[in-house]
């Protein structure tokens, strides 16, 4: 064989990784990327997630939707779900032909507020937490943390709190053993040498009282009163979380990738969204879905496991004399997602032939699960080849993988979910270096090639 001809084979033949690393960042990619950070700046909650997208949304003429409302083809509606998850959806000229979804989750791991959680002690005052999701505990302390969420009163008020993101703020924190002090604490492993109970917001040291024990959570309590009209009880009716404060920001010299918190899933809802707006010329029916609780099993009135979804599809399905199981059957579902990307600095725990890398492009995800592959859909082979035929024929770059070794890694997504409704679906999202972290980091290329693979599917025949 000719030096030509083994050139020629083995490109027919070889698989060759495609990267986005040599590619220019041009304006669009700059300004896309942009427009994220705002939204993710805004977005460091579920409700804060859903009142953006509606706001969007409404801006787009889509009109708020309840069970029971007329229905239109062509018509462009949302559904808010309890402002903690929404469905978008555009009604096609053949539903037949079944849906066309993505869906994307809003939440993100963060240290939720007990419904009891003020209390002083010698002379501090602190909030009890109950970690929500998978978090490494030792990397939520000795950061700047603010306080977000809301508060339903006793007469049903609601009070909207916001603390620790304007700069004039202040913010909270959980304190750290000094090394000097730390010989004991050393000798333990991450996994014990924090624990759940110990993840305490300080929240003040002033008191208003010579009272040792009463006056500085006192204290605390009048700030509270004074600002947004709550009182100690109000708390047990409160929905509030520690998350970190600060803005989003451009990471690298070079400005390619961005460094914030909530990436996990918010990087794949924002294409979702976008790509589903930009994609009105479809004539299929489409659905963007923004769910809550996915990262503590997607239980709930207002996490994917919640029938809300499959009710809205069953709406339609009748409202238009529609088959709804032969809707489902030929519908696809993209289930929205991040993916681990490779980490040269921890690659023991890869394995790299099946890793997704930054800069390489949308990653698909044929499986998820763990130990066996347990608690995954294991999208099918035909589902992969024609989400790759269509990525490949509008030129996207995409990749394969799976998050870690056997037996080393695993998650999972809401793929499953939407798969047991008899739902074609497959894990398509953004590769993420410092997953679940306070400070997580993705590619700027990737995000906006994340979008584009979303709006091709929309737009797909």
Same mark, same amino acid.
């Given at each position: 064989?000719?030096?030509?001809?083994?050139?020629?084979?083995?490109?027919?033949?070889?698989?060759?990784?495609?990267?986005?690393?040599?590619?220019?960042?041009?304006?669009?990619?700059?300004?896309?990327?942009?427009?994220? %950070?705002?939204?993710?700046?805004?977005?460091?909650?579920?409700?804060?997630?859903?009142?953006?997208?509606?706001?969007?949304?409404?801006?787009?003429?889509?009109?708020?939707?309840?069970?029971?409302?007329?229905? /239109?083809?062509?018509?462009?509606?949302?559904?808010?779900?309890?402002?903690?998850?929404?469905?978008?959806?555009?009604?096609?000229?053949?539903?037949?032909?079944?849906?066309?979804?993505?869906?994307?989750?809003?939440?993100?791991?963060?240290?939720?507020?007990?419904?009891?959680?003020?209390?002083?002690?010698?002379?501090?005052?602190?909030?009890?937490?109950?970690?929500?999701?998978?978090?490494?505990?030792?990397?939520?302390?000795?950061?700047?943390?603010?306080?977000?969420?809301?508060?339903?009163?006793?007469?049903?008020?609601?009070?909207?709190?916001?603390?620790?993101?304007?700069?004039?703020?202040?913010?909270?924190?959980?304190?750290?053993?000094?090394?000097?002090?730390?010989?004991?604490?050393?000798?333990?492993?991450?996994?014990?040498?924090?624990?759940?109970?110990?993840?305490?917001?300080?929240?003040?040291?002033?008191?208003?009282?010579?009272?040792?024990?009463?006056?500085?959570?006192?204290?605390?309590?009048?700030?509270?009163?004074?600002?947004?009209?709550?009182?100690?009880?109000?708390?047990?009716?409160?929905?509030?979380?520690?998350?970190?404060?600060?803005?989003?920001?451009?990471?690298?010299?070079?400005?390619?990738?961005?460094?914030?918190?909530?990436?996990?899933?918010?990087?794949?809802?924002?294409?979702?969204?976008?790509?589903?707006?930009?994609? /009105?010329?479809?004539?299929?029916?489409?659905?963007?879905?923004?769910?809550?609780? /996915?990262?503590?099993?997607?239980?709930?009135?207002?996490?994917?496991?919640?029938?809300?979804?499959?009710?809205?599809?069953?709406?339609?399905?009748?409202?238009?004399?529609?088959? %709804?199981?032969?809707?489902?059957?030929?519908?696809?579902?993209?289930?929205?997602?991040?993916?681990?990307?490779?980490?040269?600095?921890?690659?023991?725990?890869? /394995?790299?032939?099946?890793?997704?890398?930054?800069?390489?492009?949308?990653?698909?995800? %044929?499986?998820?699960?763990?130990?066996?592959?347990?608690?995954?859909?294991?999208?099918?082979?035909?589902?992969?080849?024609?989400?790759?035929?269509?990525?490949?024929?509008?030129?996207?770059?995409?990749?394969?993988?799976?998050?870690?070794?056997?037996?080393?890694?695993?998650?999972?997504?809401?793929?499953?979910?939407?798969?047991?409704?008899?739902?074609?679906?497959?894990?398509?999202?953004?590769?993420?270096?410092?997953?679940?972290?306070?400070?997580?980091?993705?590619?700027?290329?990737?995000?906006?090639?994340?979008?584009?693979?979303?709006?091709?599917?929309?737009?797909?025949?």
């Amino acid at each position: 064989m000719t030096k030509k001809e083994l050139e020629k084979t083995t490109k027919d033949l070889s698989f060759k990784r495609e990267s986005l690393a040599s590619k220019p960042m041009d304006e669009v990619i700059f300004n896309y990327a942009e427009d994220y %950070k705002n939204f993710i700046d805004q977005s460091k909650t579920e409700r804060e997630a859903v009142i953006y997208a509606c706001e969007v949304l409404k801006d787009k003429g889509y009109k708020a939707f309840n069970f029971g409302d007329k229905l /239109e083809k062509g018509g462009k509606y949302y559904f808010n779900n309890r402002f903690k998850s929404l469905c978008a959806f555009r009604i096609g000229n053949d539903l037949s032909n079944g849906v066309k979804l993505v869906g994307a989750h809003i939440d993100s791991p963060r240290l939720d507020i007990k419904q009891n959680p003020l209390y002083e002690k010698e002379n501090f005052a602190y909030l009890k937490t109950h970690y929500y999701g998978g978090i490494r505990k030792y990397q939520w302390t000795t950061i700047p943390l603010a306080l977000h969420g809301v508060v339903v009163k006793k007469d049903g008020a609601k009070a909207e709190v916001k603390i620790g993101e304007d700069l004039s703020d202040p913010v909270l924190c959980i304190t750290d053993l000094l090394p000097h002090l730390a010989q004991d604490q050393s000798q333990k492993t991450l996994a014990t040498a924090f624990t759940g109970e110990g993840l305490n917001l300080l929240l003040g040291s002033d008191s208003i009282s010579e009272d040792a024990d009463k006056g500085v959570k006192l204290n605390v309590l009048k700030l509270l009163n004074q600002k947004y009209g709550i009182t100690e009880t109000d708390f047990l009716s409160a929905e509030l979380c520690a998350v970190p404060a600060g803005k989003s920001r451009d990471l690298g010299l070079d400005r390619s990738m961005i460094s914030g918190y909530g990436h996990d899933d918010r990087v794949c809802a924002y294409p979702a969204l976008t790509a589903f707006l930009d994609s /009105e010329k479809s004539t299929d029916t489409c659905i963007c879905l923004l769910a809550d609780k /996915e990262e503590t099993g997607s239980d709930g009135v207002t996490g994917s496991q919640c029938s809300i979804l499959y009710d809205l599809i069953d709406e339609i399905c009748e409202y238009f004399g529609v088959n %709804k199981n032969k809707v489902k059957m030929n519908s696809t579902c993209l289930s929205a997602d991040v993916t681990a990307a490779y980490d040269p600095l921890y690659s023991e725990v890869y /394995e790299k032939n099946n890793a997704t890398y930054l800069n390489g492009g949308v990653a698909l995800c %044929k499986y998820t699960g763990s130990r066996g592959k347990g608690g995954t859909s294991d999208a099918s082979c035909e589902l992969v080849g024609k989400v790759r035929s269509l990525f490949e024929s509008n030129g996207i770059v995409w990749q394969m993988g799976e998050l870690g070794k056997v037996d080393q890694g695993g998650g999972g997504t809401i793929a499953k979910y939407v798969a047991n409704h008899n739902i074609d679906t497959i894990d398509v999202g953004v590769p993420v270096l410092s997953m679940h972290s306070p400070l997580e980091v993705i590619s700027k290329k990737d995000l906006y090639e994340t979008y584009k693979a979303f709006k091709c599917f929309y737009l797909s025949k």
